[in-house]
């Protein structure tokens, strides 16, 4: 026979299921679409950060009993712990500043960790499809008007290195940018010049369209920057 506790447990229970595994849907979602873009914080790390947050949402209120006038105290430490774990994220080389996107996201995704764990299904949704269209849309908008600085990691290839050196330092001069670090490899008579460089879209286009008429250059590609965020 089920007794009042026990249909209270049950329902509580279920209650719980639905909203951690909806914690987890959206944040696997949103860590897809990370991954996709190669960025440290991928699948796993916002599934377990959203799934987690709803988790301690929700035992926050269970553990503090019904009697409780504070049900959020275990709740209200996850954006503390969040901020610690997204500066970890954050990295300083030289004068760039990378992973502050990266950072934002799991912080954002710990919020919707928090809406499914209090029960809160439509904004949980609502909020997910927001971040997804911050990061995908807004991202877009922002390459496309010309208004986003980002790194893209050059490659020159030919037979004379020095020759090649020279057209990518005119190419940086003529473009307005500053060649900070040059790295040479050889592979038999292939020589290999490698090099970042952070610039809106025209301006990377002005630079690649440079670099492809210069004659010591026998072919240049291009490859998305790891610390780009």
Known sequence: MLTFDGLQEAVLTGGAAGR???AALLGGIIGI???YHHKPSGVRTNLLICFGAALFTF?????AGASST?????????VQGI??????LIIRNRDRVSGLTSAATVWAVASVGMACGAGLYIPAVFSATLILIALEGVGLLERTSNLKIYSVL???RGSDPEEISMSILNAMDHGKHRLVELERNTIG???RLSFSVAA??????????FLNAAPAIDQILTFVDPEDD
């Open 20 to 22: 951690l595994l909806l």
């Open 33 to 35: 679409d990370r991954e």
């Open 59 to 63: 035992l926050s209120s269970v553990v």
């Open 70 to 78: 504070n049900k959020g105290q275990i709740a209200s430490n996850i």
């Open 83 to 88: 901020g610690f774990l997204g500066a970890g």
């Open 154 to 156: 050059y490659e020159a």
């Open 189 to 191: 008579d292939l020589n």
């Open 200 to 209: 809106s879209r025209r301006g990377h286009e002005r630079l690649l369209k």
